[in-house]
């Protein structure tokens, strides 16, 4: 079983993130123990089925570069997280569906320029 994915951010983004994940989603903050807090960033609980599934950890890192081509990939409701995402302005870019038949799925960017992947259950 998966415990947690680590991406990482810029100092002084964490706001930013939070409204993401957590507004834009809807995943819970976590939180991080008071020694790994004083680094910065934030982790999220990821939704599973019946309850969460994984966590979000993102990590402050100097000389930030956003992941372009890495990404995790998460389980959602495609149609209802790609409406709250566009809704939020951010880009939905839906993926072909010969890729991976059966799987419908998109990709976006989170407010750092991470990419992020959603995918039908």
Same mark, same amino acid.
């Given at each position: 079983?998966? +415990? ?10 964490? %706001?930013r993130l939070r409204e993401f994940y957590s507004g *834009? ?8 123990? @008071?020694?790994?807090?004083? #680094? ?6 990821? @939704? /599973?089925?019946? /309850?969460? $599934?994984?966590?979000?950890? *993102? ?6 570069? @956003? ?5 995790? !990939?998460?389980? *959602? %409701? *495609? $149609? !209802?997280?790609? !409406?709250?995402?566009? #809704?939020?302005? +951010?880009?939905?870019?839906?993926? $072909? ?5 059966? #799987?419908? #799925?998109? +990709?976006?960017? $989170? ?11």
């Amino acid at each position: 079983m998966l +415990h947690h994915v680590q991406i990482a951010a810029p100092a002084g983004s964490e %706001d930013r993130l939070r409204e993401f994940y957590s507004g *834009v989603l809807g995943w819970a903050e976590l939180p991080k123990p @008071p020694l790994l807090a004083a #680094r910065g960033g934030c982790w999220f609980a990821v @939704p /599973g089925r019946g /309850g969460p $599934d994984a966590e979000l950890h *993102v990590g402050i890192e100097e000389g930030f570069q @956003p992941a372009r081509k890495a990404h995790p !990939a998460f389980v *959602v %409701d *495609v $149609d !209802a997280t790609a !409406a709250a995402v566009e #809704r939020a302005g +951010h880009e939905v870019r839906w993926a $072909d569906p010969a890729e991976i038949p059966g #799987r419908r #799925r998109f +990709h976006t960017a $989170d407010p750092v320029g991470n990419r992020l992947e959603f995918l039908e259950g």
